[in-house]
């Protein structure tokens, strides 16, 4: 069995940040891109060393490189939600963006942007786990500045099941959430014939870890546990208030829209406060694991005010 999860950014970034790893990420991307923006090679711009996380230069986990046409990818793997993720995901865009020109640089030589941001949480209204964002004409539909384009990924709404996968980014898919039943003895024939998955279910079934990389590891998977078991339970109570005040409502009313209504709305209060519970235990959590308020700040994208506020709380 694969003895990391791939949902860990740390582990996210050792998998397919890695110089030896690029015949991973590059079948990677090229699930997630259209087919006709397929990648042939690239370049890693950072990628993973040891020594960046011993002298915690990387602020970031995220893995950046450049294709074979010239283009600039970020990906980002996260694991929880935090406010204005929206924005961060622009700004991110935007600094890969801008940082290609250096001082007197023509804007000609600017590049075409990707953002593909892994999310472990839903973020948007949208249907579909994964969705392609462009700029265009609302007037003629037409699409327009082309650099731009930011892909998410929301695994929380992957629910296809291993005999219904259709797509290369179904089975990454597949392999991102379910890595713990996944053996590189025996690897699903549905998985088994895309390129670069078994080798990436060998590595994370063989990796070895030092002890700082090893204490990293186990922090952020540890608040990815936390995280999902009170959303679970915020889920649970959240249906639960949902059906007696549907109940109350519908009796008086006589309706059945009443319950409803009040399982939408009690469900949505109860992930609301389960969230905010997620929050504050992750981050108390991690703080008594030794985890400094900066480095949580990092793992989770949290201000250090709003932590240290949640520690005292």
């Known amino acids: 069995m694969c003895r990391m999860n791939p949902r860990v950014d740390f582990a996210f970034k050792k998998l397919f940040g890695s110089e030896e790893n690029k015949d991973i990420l590059l079948p990677f991307l090229n699930a997630v891109l ?7 090679s690239l370049e890693l711009k950072n990628p993973y060393n040891l020594k960046d996380y011993e002298d915690d230069k990387l602020s970031i986990l995220d893995i950046r490189a450049v294709d074979n046409q010239g283009r600039h990818i970020t990906i980002e793997m996260q694991i929880s939600n935090h406010l204005d993720y929206e924005k961060r995901a622009l700004f991110c865009w935007s600094d890969v963006y801008a940082k290609q020109l250096g001082q007197g640089d023509s804007y000609t030589k600017l590049k075409k ?11 948007l209204d949208e249907e579909p786990y994964h969705n392609i964002y462009k700029v265009k004409n609302l007037y003629s539909n037409a699409l327009a500045f082309d650099h731009f384009q930011l892909h998410t990924i929301e695994l929380k709404k992957f629910t296809t099941d291993m005999t219904h996968l259709k797509t290369a980014l179904d089975r990454w898919t597949t392999f991102l959430i379910r890595a713990n039943e996944l053996s590189k003895n025996n690897i699903p024939t549905a998985l088994s014939s895309e390129p670069g998955l078994s080798k990436a279910i060998s590595v994370l079934e063989t990796i070895s870890l030092d002890r700082d990389e090893r204490q990293r590891y186990e922090d952020q998977l540890k608040a990815l546990r936390d995280q999902e078991s009170v959303i679970r339970t915020a889920q649970i109570l959240g249906e639960e208030m949902g059906e007696k005040r549907g109940e109350k409502r519908g009796e008086k009313r006589g309706e059945k829209r009443g319950e409803k209504r009040g399982e939408k709305r009690g469900e949505k209060r109860g992930l609301e406060k389960g969230r905010i519970e997620a929050e504050s235990k992750m981050v108390k959590n991690m703080s008594q694991s030794g985890v400094s308020i900066d480095q949580i700040s990092q793992f989770t994208g949290l201000s250090v005010d709003h932590i240290q506020n949640l520690i005292q709380n």
């Open 34 to 40: 259209p087919p006709h923006d397929q990648i042939v």
């Open 113 to 123: 942007t990707i953002g593909i941001h892994v999310l472990n949480f839903n973020l």
